[in-house]
T-cell receptor
Framework: NAGVTQTPKFQVLKTGQSMTLQCAQDMNHNSMYWYRQDPGMGLRLIYYSASEGTTDKGEVPNGYNVSRLNKREFSLRLESAAPSQTSVYFC???????????FGEGSRLTVL | DQQVKQNSPSLSVQEGRISILNCDYTNSMFDYFLWYKKYPAEGPTFLISISSIKDKNEDGRFTVFLNKSAKHLSLHIVPSQPGDSAVYFCAASDRNDMRFGAGTRLTVKP
C-alpha cells in the first residue's frame, strides 16, 4: 500500500552540485506533480505531467527539469543547485476526474 | 501573485470547541476547492472538497462552506480533538491548475 514514494528523504548539497529527486506512484494515476513548500508560501507547483510523455511548467519552474519516465515515475532534477532551492519537495499524483492529490512524504533539501 | 490566501498563520482552540479555518481566493475560474491536512514530517493528505455548484459539504466532524460571491471558503471542525492539531492547507483548482494557500497551523488544547 505504498501510494507515492519519494527518494531521498534528506539531502545536503553544495551550491552548483546537481541531483535528482525520484518519485513513483502505484495508483495508476495519469497526472503527477512536483511541489515545493517554503515557510509562509504554502505549496508551489514546480512542474506537472498530465500524462505519460507530457510535462508542463508550473508556478516556479526556473532551475529545475523533470522527466516522466513512464506512467509510474516522475523525476525532478536540479542541474546546478542554489541556496534559494533549499526547501521541502513533495511529489504528488492524481486521477484527473477528482482533482484530489496524493502526496509523498517529502524530500528535505538543503543547499549550502 | 497569491491566488489563494489563508490569512491566519495559526489558530488555537480548546478540545471540544469548534475550529474555523478560513480561505480566500481571487481567481473566479476556480471551480473545485479542497482542504488538506499535514502532520510534521509527512505529506499533506486530502481531507474534504467542495465543487463550485455547492455551498456546503459535510463529512463527519468536518464541514466546508463555500461563498462564491465573496470568493471565500471555510472549514469547520466540530468538535475539535487534539489529534486534529496539524497544518491545514486550502487549495483551489480549475482542473488545469491547483493553487495552495500558505497554511494555518491548528493547535487543539486538551
Amino acid at each position: 500500500n505504498a501510494g507515492v514514494t519519494q527518494t531521498p528523504k534528506f539531502q545536503v548539497l553544495k551550491t552548483g552540485q546537481s541531483m535528482t529527486l525520484q518519485c513513483a506512484q502505484d495508483m495508476n494515476h495519469n497526472s503527477m506533480y512536483w511541489y515545493r513548500q517554503d515557510p509562509g508560501m504554502g505549496l508551489r507547483l514546480i512542474y506537472y505531467s498530465a500524462s505519460e510523455g507530457t510535462t508542463d511548467k508550473g508556478e516556479v519552474p526556473n532551475g529545475y527539469n523533470v522527466s516522466r519516465l513512464n506512467k509510474r515515475e516522475f523525476s525532478l532534477r536540479l542541474e546546478s543547485a542554489a541556496p534559494s532551492q533549499t526547501s521541502v519537495y513533495f511529489c504528488a499524483s492524481s486521477a484527473l476526474s477528482t482533482g484530489e492529490l496524493f502526496f509523498g512524504e517529502g524530500s528535505r533539501l538543503t543547499v549550502l | 501573485d497569491q491566488q489563494v490566501k489563508q490569512n491566519s498563520p495559526s489558530l488555537s482552540v480548546q478540545e471540544g470547541r469548534i475550529s474555523i479555518l478560513n480561505c480566500d481566493y481571487t481567481n473566479s475560474m476556480f471551480d473545485y476547492f479542497l482542504w488538506y491536512k499535514k502532520y510534521p514530517a509527512e505529506g499533506p493528505t486530502f481531507l474534504i472538497s467542495i465543487s463550485s455548484i455547492k455551498d456546503k459539504n459535510e463529512d463527519g466532524r468536518f464541514t466546508v462552506f463555500l461563498n462564491k460571491s465573496a470568493k471565500h471558503l471555510s472549514l469547520h471542525i466540530v468538535p475539535s480533538q487534539p489529534g486534529d492539531s496539524a497544518v491545514y492547507f486550502c487549495a483551489a483548482s480549475d482542473r488545469n491548475d491547483m493553487r495552495f494557500g500558505a497554511g494555518t497551523r491548528l493547535t487543539v488544547k486538551p
